[in-house]
T-cell receptor, first 115, second 113 residues
Framework: DVKVTQSSRYLVKRTGEKVFLECVQDMDHENMFWYRQDPGLGLRLIYFSYDVKMKEKGDIPEGYSVSREKKERFSLILESASTNQTSMYLC??????????????FGPGTRLTVL | DQQVKQNSPSLSVQEGRISILNCDYTNSMFDYFLWYKKYPAEGPTFLISISSIKDKNEDGRFTVFLNKSAKHLSLHIVPSQPGDSAVYFCAASAITGFQKLVFGTGTRLLVSP
């Protein structure tokens, strides 16, 4: 079974703090993704990575950065947290070309609140 | 611009009846479509998918229908069960899209006993 874990289920931070969200997958997947989920907006892609040290911007990268130093780990960084970054953050991974389904496996999510 | 749309934010159905969740898309480059189910405080889990070369895919109680000319897909759940109560997301990927998924806004399904 694929397992994607996220370092925290709930996190409360202050405005201006630097925030690190960690994601680890145990199935040797090349692709990893960070999304945020907000009511009425669905899942929106922040950043993704298709290999170690590679990263690509998604649809809403502003205010975020990422790091992928090892294949199994993909970190999302909020350089200076703001209240509009209060959200549910979801990490996912996938194998390139997996049956052409592009199925992604998700972690449990981190509910971040910025005060 | 919202390339994948789920126009019904919520749907209520009685146990044992059919649930039909709808999804529309605008990008003609999409060639694979997926449905995910999400319970509160959990990550989405994959439910069923369909390739653009097919018009129907069935897996137990779940069937997805694709109408390419209308750029419309639907998920049918028969019979619906209370445990099906969750948010359902439609997602699409394009062969040129670097395996990215574009998600709809979700439909909250409530199945009452």
């Amino acid at each position: 079974d694929v397992k994607v874990t996220q370092s925290s289920r709930y996190l409360v931070k202050r405005t201006g703090e630097k925030v690190f969200l960690e994601c680890v997958q145990d199935m040797d997947h090349e692709n990893m993704f960070w999304y945020r989920q907000d009511p009425g907006l669905g899942l929106r892609l922040i950043y993704f990575s298709y290999d170690v040290k590679m990263k690509e911007k998604g649809d809403i990268p502003e205010g975020y950065s990422v790091s992928r130093e090892k294949k199994e780990r993909f970190s999302l960084i909020l350089e200076s947290a703001s209240t509009n970054q209060t959200s549910m953050y979801l990490c996912a991974s996938s194998i390139p070309g997996q049956g052409r389904s592009n199925e992604q496996f998700f972690g449990p999510g981190t509910r971040l609140t910025v005060l | 611009d919202q390339q994948v749309k789920q126009n019904s934010p919520s749907l209520s159905v009685q146990e044992g009846r059919i649930s039909i969740l709808n999804c529309d898309y605008t990008n003609s480059m999409f060639d694979y479509f997926l449905w995910y189910k999400k319970y509160p405080a959990e990550g989405p889990t994959f439910l069923i998918s369909i390739s653009s070369i097919k018009d129907k895919n069935e897996d137990g109680r779940f069937t997805v229908f694709l109408n390419k000319s209308a750029k419309h897909l639907s998920l049918h759940i028969v019979p619906s069960q209370p445990g099906d109560s969750a948010v359902y997301f439609c997602a699409a990927s394009a062969i040129t899209g670097f395996q990215k998924l574009v998600f709809g806004t979700g439909t909250r399904l409530l199945v009452s006993p």
